[in-house]
């Protein structure tokens, strides 16, 4: 069943005019999210000078206001798609499995859109390519490229993303995780948005990304995950893909 099925219409909040953050009464202490995530991560950035990047960032930044005044969602990370992370992966095994994936994979093309989802609280957790018992929920957009090989090269598989998270855990002897490759665009910790609030959520989301976009990966990132802010969240290595087509 579809989001916007799973999620209950009442107290809708419309979207339309709502103020920006410095015209809102006690903006300041509006409350805000306690998503957060610790451990690092092997990802693929958005380029900043994609439009991708931008309409990620549009929509990221519109989570300051989304719930106004009733929480600020956490619009702080870089949009990214991740590959593997977890507070299980440490910066030496990150760097090592960023430089072995990357050396396998040519660059490749990838499009957000126009698919959209907001986790459950509970149950089936898309977005566990890190880890299923960890708090943080989003609102995300798909991310689909062209069909590739799997990662011991005897099938195809329709997500290249999917290949380099295998490729990722088995160098890391670790068990894949279910999941399905997109950015995540709204952060939130579970049990904390309303069924109302997430219902207005995938509608922003649904309408920003009815028209798919696409860029080109050119490798990988290495991340440092600490907490909420930016300086918490840093980028500290890149690996290019090195593989020809």
């Known amino acids: 069943m579809g989001s916007r099925g799973r999620y209950a219409r009442r107290e809708f909040v419309s979207l339309k005019g709502r103020l920006t953050r410095s015209r809102i009464p006690g903006a300041d202490e509006m409350p805000k999210s306690l998503a957060s995530f610790g451990g690092h991560g092997v990802v693929v950035l958005l380029p900043e000078d994609s439009e991708a990047h931008s ?46 994936v990357a050396r396998q994979i040519a660059p490749f093309n990838v499009t957000l859109g126009p698919r959209v989802e907001v986790e459950e609280d509970e149950g089936e957790h898309r977005a566990a390519a890190y ?46 995780h279910k999941f399905e490759p997109h ?28 028209t798919p976009v696409s860029f080109l990966a050119p490798g990988l990132h290495v991340t440092q995950y600490l907490g909420r802010t930016p300086d918490e969240w840093k980028a500290i290595a890149f690996f290019p893909f090195e593989a020809r087509e």
Not at 64 to 90: K, N, Q, R, Y
């Open 55 to 100: 309409r990620a960032r549009s929509t990221m930044e519109k989570g300051a206001t989304l719930f106004s005044p009733e929480l600020e969602l956490c619009t702080m990370w870089p949009p990214h798609v991740t590959i593997a992370a977890g507070p299980w992966l440490d910066e030496a095994a990150a760097r090592q499995c960023a430089e072995h």
């Open 131 to 176: 880890s299923a018992d960890q708090t943080l929920r989003a609102g995300w957009v798909e991310a689909t490229t062209p069909q590739a090989l799997t990662a011991d090269g005897t099938d195809q598989c329709t997500n290249e993303f999917m290949r380099l998270h295998g490729v990722a855990m088995t160098f890391l002897n670790k068990e894949l």
């Open 183 to 210: 950015s995540s665009l709204h952060y939130f910790a579970s049990g904390e948005c309303s069924a109302a609030q997430k219902a207005v959520m995938y509608d922003s989301l649904k309408a920003t990304w009815e």
